[in-house]
């Protein structure tokens, strides 16, 4: 049976600020940005499926505080014992 790892990749938009950030089995990247654009979140989405993340689901909505949230959802295969390890994500 194959195994997955998996990763989220969250933009947040609130009053004061617009952030991007990655969490992935081997830890997490935080990054603010004046302004997330589609652009920029393609190619982040791009940058992970370069390491064999794919794509598998989104989410979005406003939270209780007003924030602005778009969650995607990533897997790919988990490294075998002897396939070596994966890179860090973003």
Do not use: C
Not at 53 to 65: F, N, V, Y
Request: hydrophobic share 30%; glycine share 12%; net charge negative.
């Amino acid at each position: 049976m194959e195994k997955w790892q998996h990763a989220v990749l969250e933009t947040l938009h609130t009053q004061h600020s617009k952030q991007l950030s990655t969490i992935t089995p081997l830890g997490g990247a935080f990054l603010d940005f004046e302004d997330i654009s589609p652009k920029r979140v393609v190619q982040a989405l791009n940058e992970l499926g370069e390491e064999g993340w794919q794509l598998i689901s989104t989410d979005s909505g406003t939270r209780d505080d007003g924030t602005r949230y778009t969650t995607y959802y990533l897997k790919r295969p988990a490294p075998t014992e002897t396939g070596g390890g994966w890179g860090t994500g973003l």
